[in-house]
């Protein structure tokens, strides 16, 4: 469990954070945090034995589900809820999430569609692969998974021409919300060795842009999905 300063300035006591780094959204959060030191501690919740469906848990979130966080007794739920009040609430750079409304405008349109494409699709393409497999041990249905990768590709050409463009991140010059949601999400796939951005040259170099841009703070938080495709290609 990460511990950091007790108190943060004004007398703020430091937030908590519900997470699983197994969940592309908790590692959006964690990064976040970390990346823009504001000071927290990381209550590990493992979805895998079922923790969230804890009493303690339940009564935080009902819905059962990571990210969670908690400040100051003010308990919020959903990773692009969470970031936007990080980013409102702490003195982090504008680019993160502009006060400029159209800027931030760019921001909102983007998170509103993530969640059922980028996120929907990227995630699919991991849980036919490597998770279903995992938990039932029954080999990938070949079938289910190029429909995935195919519904994928969809979005990646969306990533590509709509948002990226020829900008250097997803909603302008320099990084925001939107690119750290969108590259957990991408990142998930290669837990099986596969890397989805792998012949898409403009979404490989926009990738290593947002890695720079986030330091150590974004392969620590995905040291896990390193672990698993070290596990799951040593098995091939």
């Known amino acids: ?35 823009n030191k504001i000071p927290h501690t990381v209550e590990h919740i493992a979805l895998r034995k079922g923790q969230q469906n804890t009493p303690e848990f339940t009564k935080l979130n009902p819905m059962q589900k990571v990210p969670v966080l908690e400040d100051n007794g003010f308990v919020l739920t959903e990773s692009d809820a969470i970031l936007k009040y990080l980013a409102t609430v702490y003195n982090v750079p504008d680019h993160w999430y502009p006060k400029l409304p159209e800027k931030r405008a760019r921001v909102d349109e983007y998170t509103a569609w993530h969640h059922t494409n980028t996120r929907l699709h990227a995630s699919t393409v991991f849980l036919h692969e490597v998770l279903f497999p995992l938990m039932t041990g029954q080999p990938t249905n070949p079938a289910k998974l190029e429909k995935a990768l195919s519904d994928l590709d969809g979005t990646l050409d969306k990533l590509e021409n709509m948002f990226l463009k020829r ?27 596969r890397d989805i951005l792998k012949n898409r040259p403009k979404l490989l170099s926009w990738r290593s842009r947002v890695q720079s841009a986030l330091s150590d703070s974004f392969d620590e ?8 495709r070290d596990n799951f290609t040593a098995k091939l």
């Open 1 to 35: 469990m990460g511990t950091h300063l007790k108190f943060t300035m004004a007398g703020r006591q430091a937030v908590k954070a519900y997470l699983d780094l197994m969940s592309q959204p908790c590692r959006a959060v964690l990064i976040f945090l970390k990346n």
């Open 167 to 193: 900008q250097a991140f997803l909603c302008g010059d320099d990084i925001s919300l939107a690119d750290l949601l969108a590259v957990c999400e991408l990142m998930q796939p290669l837990s099986s060795g």
């Open 221 to 228: 938080a995905h040291a896990i999905v390193y672990r698993l």
